[in-house]
């Protein structure tokens, strides 16, 4: 029977763990924040060093917003320390954040993160979104030759909370969309009457529409 992996808007499989800042419990020591959970493919990699330096240097920019950053890789504990020690020593850059030592392999595995035609007993570099209810609410897999973009995670994780903030959604590239400029889309609406009255709307200045399925508005407070 094929194993099924977690996928968006499901609850974010449960796990405890020995990290660099002690031991976790996962989800429920991070309950009511988001969480950033990514895995690297192994400490002591240039790739997986620059990752880690960005990731601290916006780690700041993480916590405004209300979310934590947490680390995996199947290595052990003390692998992860010393390499954060190297990175302070070398790099003059102090990692923040707990980076979780799967060296079994049961968390990757449980998270999808193990890709067997990616390398032999390396997690790829998975990104999971976790909302302050558990859910994953978004999933971004890179290749172990690209490093991410922090910036994106970052706008990914903006847009997420707006989202669900303001009810309405978000166009591409957000919130520089190339024709949309800084403004969001209002969801269409699913009946006749209902595209009726989202005209009607339009009409009112309430929304700016091209046609009723197709409507965008400014957010309160941007200008």
């Not at 609850?11 to 031991?23: D, E, K, L, V």
């Not at 020690?85 to 449980?110: H, M, Y």
């Not at 490093?147 to 997420?160: C, K, P, Q, Y």
């Not at 989202?163 to 400029?181: I, T, Y």
Request: aromatic content about 10%; proline content about 8%.
């Amino acid at each position: 029977m094929e194993k099924c992996l977690p996928l968006i808007g499901d609850p974010a499989p449960a796990f405890q763990a020995r990290t660099t800042h002690g031991p976790l419990d996962f989800p429920k020591d991070y309950k009511g924040k988001w969480v950033v959970l990514f895995s690297h493919p192994a400490d002591y990699t240039p790739v997986c060093t620059t990752e880690f330096v960005a990731f601290a240097k916006r780690y700041e920019q993480f916590k405004a917003l209300g979310a934590e950053l947490l680390g995996l890789s199947i290595d052990q504990v003390f692998s992860h320390i010393k390499w954060v020690e190297w990175i302070k020593e070398k790099l003059g850059v102090e990692i923040p954040f707990p980076i979780i030592a799967d060296n079994t392999g049961k968390i990757g595995e449980l998270y999808g993160m193990l890709h067997p035609g990616a390398a032999e007993a390396q997690t790829v570099r998975a990104v999971f979104l976790i909302d302050p209810e558990g859910l994953i609410r978004a999933i971004i897999y890179y290749p172990l030759n690209v490093g991410r973009n922090m910036d994106e995670i970052l706008r990914l994780l903006r847009a997420l909370q707006t989202a669900d903030r303001e009810k309405v959604a978000l166009p591409a590239g957000w919130p520089e969309n190339e024709f949309l400029k800084d403004r969001v889309i209002v969801p269409p609406p699913s009946s006749e009457e209902g595209a009726k009255k989202r005209l009607e709307e339009a009409k009112a200045g309430k929304v700016e529409c091209y046609d009723w399925w197709f409507c965008h508005k400014r957010l309160e407070g941007r200008r």
